[in-house]
């Protein structure tokens, strides 16, 4: 939904400069992506930013149709639907 609607934004570098310009509301980071990776992005996040990491590079790259281990959302809506699927999905 958010890729055809425009808010999403796929690739390291490309999610690192939409952090960097503060476009981007939750980031999806592949749960097998490299620790190194992990790290530059945890340090590269504010607070205001979602972390979400339960998910696998497999399970991202299915979900939009291309191989990626990161995601940028930059609709604060849409990272709100999501916020509350996930915690459904918890309980």
Do not use: C, H
Request: charged share 30%; hydrophobic share 40%.
């Amino acid at each position: 939904m958010a890729k055809r609607a425009g808010f999403l934004v796929s690739g390291q570098t490309v999610v690192e400069r939409a952090i960097r310009k503060q476009k981007i509301s939750m980031v999806i980071i592949a749960n097998d992506a490299s620790e190194n990776t992990k790290k530059d992005f945890e340090d590269l996040i504010r607070e205001r930013i979602t972390i979400v990491n339960q998910f696998s590079s497999t399970e991202i790259s299915q979900a939009i149709g291309q191989t990626r281990k990161i995601l940028g959302i930059s609709d604060p809506g849409i990272t709100k639907q999501i916020k509350e699927l996930l915690k459904e999905v918890a309980l």
